[in-house]
C-alpha cells in the first residue's frame, strides 16, 4: 500500500522535496508590509493629487498594485484618448512604483524581492456627467497582479 503525499522523490539526488508550487517563498513578509505601505509618514505624501498607486498582499505569494487616475473630458472621441493615454501611464507608474518597492525592501532586509507580473487589467467608470455639461469625470482604473518569486 503506498501513501499518497506531497513530497517528490529525487532519484538522482536520493532526496524529497515539495512541489513547486508548495514550496516556502524565502520573503520577508513584514519588511514587504513595510515596503509598501504608503498609509503613514513620508510615502504617504502623494507625487501628485491626480493619481493613486496602492499595493496589498494577496494570500502567500502574491501582490496586487492598483492605479487609479481621475480624468475629464467632454466628446467621446477624447474619452477614448484618455483612456489609451491612461493605459501608456498606468503601466509606466505602476512599473517605477514597482521599481521603489524593490528597493525598499533590498534597503530593509538587504535581498532582493523578485516580481513576475502574472495578469493585468484595467477598467474606466464614469462617475459624473449632466446634461447641460458636456464635461464629464471619470475613474481610470487599473489592476495588476506580480507573483513573488
Known sequence: MELETDLEYDH???TLSQPEDLKEL???YNALGQSIDTTWGRSSTPHTARQSVKFSILGQGYLLASFVVVVRFGSQRQMIDTKLKCRDESVSVINANVAAVKKRYKD???SALELKE???SDSYEIISTTFHNPTRTAY????TVFEIM
Open 12 to 14: 538522482m539526488s536520493n
Open 26 to 28: 524565502d520573503v520577508d
Open 108 to 110: 530593509i532586509t538587504d
Open 118 to 120: 502574472k495578469s493585468s
Open 140 to 143: 481610470y482604473r487599473r489592476e
